[in-house]
């Protein structure tokens, strides 16, 4: 069965850092591409960041870009997200979501893990 | 960069109902859509891709249909257990833009 498990979230000022992972089992994790998608209170979906199955190729979404940085570990089956420069709009329940294939255009989420929460306030 | 607009932003019907939904795209993107439902409090789930195509174990009283840049969800005949948010998401190139959701409720 396909699992996804993240953690790291957690309370953090204004201005400070954070490291999401996201433990992947139940599948090959290098042959597929990888997304952070995030949900703020009360709100929808938002993009973050995706990440092929080699993990050559990123791609981030404007709000995050040169702040946040998505990275895989395949000999950990672990994803990540490095978190910079933490603002309060960043607060959120971060999932993380496999896609179904090992690129990210031309493919979808089809599996994704049950969030971790990240609250910036001071 | 593509928007990805849907309509409503909610609805409410009762039991039985047909319910459809609307994503517009502000540029053309094939077929390369696809339609998440969020139960409250759960993580989102994947009903249908390439636009009109059931994930497998998906009741089939949820379709998809449309191309380009007008794209449609439709519940023939709503049950208490599709009350979610149903979002709709861009998958062909430039941001994984999600529309921004409609909630459905019980008449």
């Known amino acids: 069965e396909v699992q996804l498990l993240e953690s790291g979230g957690d309370l953090v000022q204004p201005g400070g850092s954070l490291r999401l992972s996201c433990a992947a089992s139940?599948?090959?994790?290098?042959?597929?591409?990888m997304s952070w998608v995030r949900q703020a209170p009360g709100k929808g979906l938002e993009w973050v960041s995706s990440?092929?199955?080699?993990?050559?190729?990123?791609y981030y979404a404007d709000s995050v870009k040169g702040r946040f940085t998505i990275s895989r570990d395949s000999s950990k089956n672990t994803l990540y997200l490095q978190m910079n420069s933490l603002r309060a709009e960043d607060t959120a329940v971060y999932y993380c979501?496999?896609?179904?294939?090992?690129?990210?255009?031309?493919?979808?989420?089809?599996?994704w893990g049950k969030g971790t929460t990240v609250t910036v306030s001071s | 960069d593509i928007q990805m607009t849907q309509s409503p932003s909610s609805l409410s019907a009762s039991v039985g109902d047909r319910v459809t939904i609307t994503c517009r795209a502000s540029?053309?993107?094939?077929?390369?859509l696809t339609w998440y439902q969020q139960k409250p409090g759960k993580v989102p789930k994947l009903l249908i891709y390439?636009?009109?195509t059931l994930q497998s174990g998906v009741p089939s009283r949820f379709s998809g249909s449309g191309y380009g840049t007008d794209f449609t969800l439709t519940i023939s005949s709503l049950q208490p257990e599709d009350v979610a948010s149903y979002y709709c998401?861009?998958?062909?190139?430039?941001?994984?833009?999600f529309g921004g959701g409609t909630k459905v409720e019980i008449k």
């Open positions: 979501a496999k896609y179904n294939s090992e690129y990210y255009y031309h493919y979808y989420m089809d599996v």
């Open positions: 139940g599948f090959t994790f290098s042959n597929y591409a």
């Open positions: 990440i092929t199955g080699s993990g050559d190729s990123t």
């Open positions: 540029q053309g993107i094939n077929n390369y």
């Open positions: 390439a636009a009109s």
């Open positions: 998401q861009k998958y062909n190139s430039g941001p994984l833009t």
